[in-house]
Protein backbone atom coordinates (compact mmCIF):
# COMPACT_ATOMS: atom_id res chain seq x y z
CA UNK A 1 0.00 0.00 0.00
CA UNK A 2 2.73 2.37 0.74
CA UNK A 3 4.33 1.49 -1.98
CA UNK A 4 1.03 2.42 -4.30
CA UNK A 5 1.10 5.63 -2.84
CA UNK A 6 4.96 6.60 -3.14
CA UNK A 7 4.10 5.48 -7.36
CA UNK A 8 1.18 8.09 -7.20
CA UNK A 9 2.60 10.80 -5.66
CA UNK A 10 5.75 10.25 -8.07
CA UNK A 11 3.59 10.47 -10.97
CA UNK A 12 1.71 13.36 -9.74
CA UNK A 13 4.77 15.34 -9.01
CA UNK A 14 5.68 15.03 -12.81
CA UNK A 15 2.59 16.58 -13.60
CA UNK A 16 2.84 19.87 -11.47
CA UNK A 17 5.64 22.58 -13.37
CA UNK A 18 8.81 22.73 -11.26
CA UNK A 19 8.84 26.42 -10.43
CA UNK A 20 12.32 28.30 -9.44
CA UNK A 21 11.86 32.17 -8.40
CA UNK A 22 8.69 32.33 -9.86
CA UNK A 23 9.12 30.80 -13.31
CA UNK A 24 8.07 27.83 -14.52
CA UNK A 25 10.67 25.06 -15.79
CA UNK A 26 8.88 22.32 -16.36
CA UNK A 27 5.76 23.70 -18.51
CA UNK A 28 4.53 22.32 -21.52
CA UNK A 29 5.42 24.53 -24.62
CA UNK A 30 3.06 24.55 -26.36
CA UNK A 31 0.67 25.74 -23.03
CA UNK A 32 -0.69 29.58 -23.56
CA UNK A 33 -0.83 31.87 -20.67
CA UNK A 34 -4.47 32.72 -21.32
CA UNK A 35 -7.39 31.06 -23.55
CA UNK A 36 -6.52 33.49 -27.14
CA UNK A 37 -9.45 31.89 -29.27
CA UNK A 38 -11.99 34.37 -28.59
CA UNK A 39 -9.54 37.12 -29.26
CA UNK A 40 -8.49 35.32 -32.41
CA UNK A 41 -11.66 34.71 -33.94
CA UNK A 42 -12.45 38.71 -33.14
CA UNK A 43 -9.19 40.11 -34.90
CA UNK A 44 -10.05 38.37 -37.85
CA UNK A 45 -13.13 39.39 -38.48
CA UNK A 46 -11.54 42.75 -37.78
CA UNK A 47 -8.74 42.77 -40.58
CA UNK A 48 -10.33 43.50 -43.26
CA UNK A 49 -8.24 44.17 -46.68
CA UNK A 50 -5.02 45.85 -44.50
CA UNK A 51 -7.22 47.88 -42.61
CA UNK A 52 -8.17 47.28 -38.87
CA UNK A 53 -12.09 47.52 -38.28
CA UNK A 54 -12.63 48.83 -34.25
CA UNK A 55 -15.93 47.57 -33.73
CA UNK A 56 -15.08 44.53 -31.52
CA UNK A 57 -13.91 46.62 -29.32
CA UNK A 58 -17.43 47.07 -27.33
CA UNK A 59 -18.68 43.26 -27.11
CA UNK A 60 -18.23 41.24 -24.96
CA UNK A 61 -15.64 38.89 -26.45
CA UNK A 62 -12.94 41.77 -26.44
CA UNK A 63 -14.11 43.31 -22.81
CA UNK A 64 -14.22 39.39 -21.61
CA UNK A 65 -10.73 39.24 -23.21
CA UNK A 66 -8.97 42.29 -21.49
CA UNK A 67 -10.34 41.10 -18.13
CA UNK A 68 -8.25 38.02 -18.32
CA UNK A 69 -5.29 39.83 -19.92
CA UNK A 70 -5.57 42.62 -16.91
CA UNK A 71 -4.91 39.42 -13.86
CA UNK A 72 -2.74 37.14 -16.37
CA UNK A 73 0.63 35.94 -15.14
CA UNK A 74 2.68 35.84 -18.40
CA UNK A 75 6.00 35.72 -16.17
CA UNK A 76 5.10 31.66 -14.84
CA UNK A 77 5.24 30.42 -18.53
CA UNK A 78 7.93 29.17 -20.96
CA UNK A 79 8.98 31.84 -23.69
CA UNK A 80 7.23 31.25 -26.81
CA UNK A 81 3.56 31.33 -24.26
CA UNK A 82 5.12 34.52 -22.99
CA UNK A 83 5.77 35.87 -26.53
CA UNK A 84 2.16 35.06 -27.75
CA UNK A 85 0.67 36.56 -24.89
CA UNK A 86 2.39 40.24 -25.16
CA UNK A 87 1.54 40.11 -28.84
CA UNK A 88 -1.98 39.32 -28.44
CA UNK A 89 -2.19 41.98 -25.67
CA UNK A 90 -0.35 44.86 -27.54
CA UNK A 91 -3.19 43.92 -30.20
CA UNK A 92 -5.79 43.93 -27.77
CA UNK A 93 -4.95 46.97 -26.80
CA UNK A 94 -4.39 48.72 -30.09
CA UNK A 95 -7.41 47.89 -30.89
CA UNK A 96 -8.79 50.00 -28.48
CA UNK A 97 -6.37 52.88 -29.27
CA UNK A 98 -7.20 53.06 -32.68
CA UNK A 99 -11.26 52.84 -32.02
CA UNK A 100 -10.69 55.86 -28.95
CA UNK A 101 -8.15 57.68 -31.46
CA UNK A 102 -9.84 57.63 -35.01
CA UNK A 103 -8.25 60.21 -37.43
CA UNK A 104 -5.76 61.06 -34.97
CA UNK A 105 -1.80 60.20 -36.44
CA UNK A 106 1.20 61.00 -34.68
CA UNK A 107 4.93 61.32 -35.94
CA UNK A 108 7.56 60.08 -34.64
CA UNK A 109 7.31 56.08 -35.04
CA UNK A 110 3.58 57.11 -33.41
CA UNK A 111 5.51 57.87 -30.34
CA UNK A 112 2.24 58.95 -28.50
CA UNK A 113 0.42 56.05 -28.95
CA UNK A 114 2.92 53.94 -27.64
CA UNK A 115 3.75 55.94 -24.54
CA UNK A 116 1.02 57.75 -23.53
CA UNK A 117 -1.96 55.31 -23.34
CA UNK A 118 -1.79 52.90 -20.40
CA UNK A 119 -4.00 49.52 -19.83
CA UNK A 120 -3.93 47.03 -16.77
CA UNK A 121 -1.96 43.85 -18.14
CA UNK A 122 -0.83 40.88 -16.06
CA UNK A 123 -1.29 43.23 -12.91
CA UNK A 124 0.41 46.35 -14.18
CA UNK A 125 -0.52 49.68 -15.62
CA UNK A 126 1.73 49.43 -19.40
CA UNK A 127 1.62 51.17 -22.43
CA UNK A 128 2.26 49.72 -25.84
CA UNK A 129 6.15 50.76 -26.10
CA UNK A 130 6.39 48.38 -22.40
CA UNK A 131 4.29 45.56 -24.12
CA UNK A 132 6.75 45.72 -26.99
CA UNK A 133 9.89 45.08 -24.93
CA UNK A 134 8.17 42.78 -23.41
CA UNK A 135 7.24 40.68 -26.48
CA UNK A 136 10.82 41.44 -27.55
CA UNK A 137 12.30 39.96 -23.97
CA UNK A 138 10.07 36.92 -24.57
CA UNK A 139 10.97 36.45 -28.17
CA UNK A 140 14.72 36.68 -28.13
CA UNK A 141 14.65 38.80 -31.35
CA UNK A 142 13.51 42.19 -32.02
CA UNK A 143 11.98 40.34 -35.06
CA UNK A 144 9.10 40.12 -33.00
CA UNK A 145 8.18 43.55 -33.85
CA UNK A 146 6.80 42.57 -37.41
CA UNK A 147 3.98 41.13 -35.73
CA UNK A 148 3.15 45.09 -33.74
CA UNK A 149 1.59 46.99 -35.88
CA UNK A 150 1.45 50.88 -34.91
CA UNK A 151 -1.64 51.32 -37.64
CA UNK A 152 0.62 53.70 -39.85
CA UNK A 153 2.02 52.90 -42.85
CA UNK A 154 5.32 53.09 -41.69
CA UNK A 155 4.52 50.15 -38.66
CA UNK A 156 4.45 46.06 -39.12
CA UNK A 157 1.64 45.32 -41.47
CA UNK A 158 -1.47 43.96 -39.11
CA UNK A 159 -1.26 40.19 -38.67
CA UNK A 160 -3.67 37.80 -40.15
CA UNK A 161 -4.46 36.03 -36.81
CA UNK A 162 -4.02 36.28 -33.18
CA UNK A 163 -0.57 34.45 -31.61
CA UNK A 164 -0.60 31.37 -30.15
CA UNK A 165 2.42 29.51 -27.96
CA UNK A 166 2.59 26.75 -31.11
CA UNK A 167 2.69 29.18 -33.66
CA UNK A 168 4.06 32.43 -32.60
CA UNK A 169 7.41 31.76 -34.27
CA UNK A 170 5.52 30.51 -37.54
CA UNK A 171 3.68 33.80 -37.41
CA UNK A 172 6.86 36.04 -37.47
CA UNK A 173 8.93 34.56 -39.60
CA UNK A 174 5.19 34.88 -42.07
CA UNK A 175 5.63 38.77 -40.90
CA UNK A 176 9.17 39.16 -41.58
CA UNK A 177 8.64 37.68 -45.27
CA UNK A 178 5.96 40.17 -46.14
CA UNK A 179 7.99 43.04 -44.65
CA UNK A 180 11.23 41.89 -45.99
CA UNK A 181 10.04 40.68 -49.65
CA UNK A 182 8.19 44.09 -50.18
CA UNK A 183 9.67 47.21 -51.84
CA UNK A 184 7.70 49.46 -49.37
CA UNK A 185 9.64 48.43 -46.73
CA UNK A 186 12.82 46.82 -48.13
CA UNK A 187 15.01 46.89 -51.72
CA UNK A 188 18.09 45.68 -52.59
CA UNK A 189 20.02 47.48 -55.56
CA UNK A 190 22.18 44.60 -57.04
CA UNK A 191 24.22 46.62 -59.51
CA UNK A 192 24.74 49.42 -56.91
CA UNK A 193 25.03 46.81 -54.07
CA UNK A 194 22.74 49.39 -52.41
CA UNK A 195 19.92 48.39 -49.72
CA UNK A 196 17.49 50.79 -48.80
CA UNK A 197 15.18 50.16 -45.87
CA UNK A 198 12.46 51.85 -44.89
CA UNK A 199 11.45 53.80 -41.60
CA UNK A 200 10.13 50.20 -40.06
CA UNK A 201 14.11 49.19 -39.59
CA UNK A 202 14.97 52.20 -37.55
CA UNK A 203 14.00 51.31 -34.44
CA UNK A 204 15.42 48.20 -35.01
CA UNK A 205 19.29 49.22 -36.18
CA UNK A 206 20.94 48.30 -32.91
CA UNK A 207 19.33 44.97 -32.10
CA UNK A 208 19.95 43.78 -35.90
CA UNK A 209 23.36 44.54 -35.09
CA UNK A 210 23.64 43.10 -32.37
CA UNK A 211 21.78 39.66 -33.37
CA UNK A 212 23.36 39.39 -37.00
CA UNK A 213 26.55 42.02 -36.70
CA UNK A 214 24.39 44.27 -39.74
CA UNK A 215 20.99 45.27 -41.59
CA UNK A 216 21.67 42.95 -44.24
CA UNK A 217 22.70 39.84 -42.62
CA UNK A 218 19.55 40.31 -40.26
CA UNK A 219 17.17 40.46 -43.25
CA UNK A 220 18.82 37.94 -45.19
CA UNK A 221 16.72 34.61 -44.50
CA UNK A 222 13.22 36.97 -44.63
CA UNK A 223 14.15 38.12 -48.41
CA UNK A 224 13.23 35.83 -51.64
CA UNK A 225 15.53 33.49 -52.86
CA UNK A 226 17.04 35.79 -55.85
CA UNK A 227 17.21 38.65 -53.83
CA UNK A 228 19.58 36.59 -51.03
CA UNK A 229 21.34 35.11 -53.86
CA UNK A 230 22.00 38.67 -55.34
CA UNK A 231 22.80 40.21 -51.29
CA UNK A 232 25.38 37.35 -50.88
CA UNK A 233 27.52 38.16 -53.84
CA UNK A 234 27.90 41.12 -52.61
CA UNK A 235 27.63 40.46 -49.16
CA UNK A 236 31.02 42.40 -48.19
CA UNK A 237 30.56 45.70 -50.17
CA UNK A 238 26.94 46.39 -49.30
CA UNK A 239 26.00 49.89 -49.34
CA UNK A 240 22.61 50.58 -46.66
CA UNK A 241 20.46 53.28 -46.19
CA UNK A 242 17.32 53.50 -43.73
CA UNK A 243 14.99 56.38 -44.69
CA UNK A 244 11.14 57.79 -43.59
CA UNK A 245 10.35 55.70 -47.11
CA UNK A 246 12.17 53.89 -50.18
CA UNK A 247 13.06 56.55 -53.10
CA UNK A 248 12.08 53.81 -56.80
CA UNK A 249 11.68 54.99 -60.57
CA UNK A 250 8.38 54.93 -62.12
CA UNK A 251 7.84 53.80 -65.81
CA UNK A 252 6.64 56.72 -67.63
CA UNK A 253 2.86 56.36 -68.65
CA UNK A 254 2.73 55.71 -72.29
CA UNK A 255 0.71 59.01 -74.12
Known sequence: MFRFLLMILCLFGTCIPVMSQGVVIGQDE?????????????????????????TGWNSMAYRNYRNVLSTARPSAFLPNSRAAFWVNAYLA???????????????????????????????????????????????GTAGIVSCLPT??????????????????RILMRDQ???????????????????????????PLQEAMKNEAGSLPRWVLPFVTDGVAAQMALGANSITTFVHDRIETWRKARPP
Not at 32 to 48: Q, Y
Not at 185 to 201: I, M, N, R
Open 30 to 54: SADVVDHTSFDSLWKESTVRGKLLT
Open 93 to 139: CLLEIMHLRTGYRSTMWDSLWLMRDTFEVAGRGLTLRDMVAEATIAA
Open 151 to 168: GSSSGAPLPPRAAYAKNV
Open 176 to 202: LRRICRSERYLLYDPAGKVLQASAFFI
